[in-house]
């Protein structure tokens, strides 16, 4: 069952990044594709509700026995472009179930319409609302997944040069971490990742950055001081284009002296986090952020 489960969750990645390419040229009727316009759908049992948060559309998801006093903050990917899917929410849902936590989603304004930095800013509104409501920052995370990896090691570094008091932890699901796109898995696993191609995430990142400087380190973290950051959690496909984002990231990290912790998993594919729970290593997956969750929040 778990094989006929893998290999029908892989057909259908492949063809989902294949239909992708397809529609390359539209961002709205990529937009489309990846549900951002379908209706809304929350997992049965979980509480949603939709809030203003410093002028920013956010989305709270949990249970109803979740811990009052904590939070994740979670970050959607999308490249920066794609926008909030049930995608996201699905995996958000099985997230803040495991954790026993609410999830505070932004919804945050989309490039091209809008590059960076505004949807960085729309993140760092959301968190100083956290802070606003009475949150510990001892009793926030902040997570995301592929471009919202991307976004939570941005944030940090935002939450920390405007003075702001850091979250407990972070989690970067498969981030991209190079606005450059040079990374050699780049090349290596351009044909093993199912979810991602290289062309994909180089339009994409092409739509985020805009004309910004590269040298601006809320843009690259691979360049940027990183001192006094919290404990970061890491997952990485070893079959993903993205590898070397997380594996540069992390050297440069235990370089600063941050707390970092990189996990790469054999045989999977960027954000494979997204098929849970049809998929055993996502939701193996799942179990591990939760257990590091519990013991930094």
Known sequence: MYKTNRLYILFNTWLSRIRGGFLLSSIPSLRKFVG??????????????????NGVRCEWIGPPNAQSDAVLLYLHGGGGVLGLSNLHRNLVGYISSDCNLRCLIP???????????????????????????GFDPGRIGIAGDSAGGYLTLSCLLAIRDAGLPLPAAAICISPNTDPTCTGQSMKTNARRDAWLSPKFAKTMMHHYVNNHDLDDPHLSPLIADLHGLPPILIHA???????????RFYDHAKSAGVDVTLDIWPNMW????????????????IDQISKFVKEHI
């Open 270 to 285: 960027h954000d494979w986090h997204v098929c849970v729970p049809s998929l055993l290593e996502a939701n193996q997956a």
């Open 36 to 53: 951002t316009e379908i209706p809304i759908q929350i997992q049965q049992g979980l509480q949603w509700d939709v809030i203003n948060a």
């Open 107 to 133: 919804d945050y304004r989309l490039a091209p319409e809008n590059p960076f930095p505004i949807g960085l800013n729309d993140c760092l509104a959301a968190y100083s609302w956290l802070l606003t409501q």
């Open 237 to 247: 496909g070893a079959n993903e284009i993205l590898l070397n984002d997380s594996t």
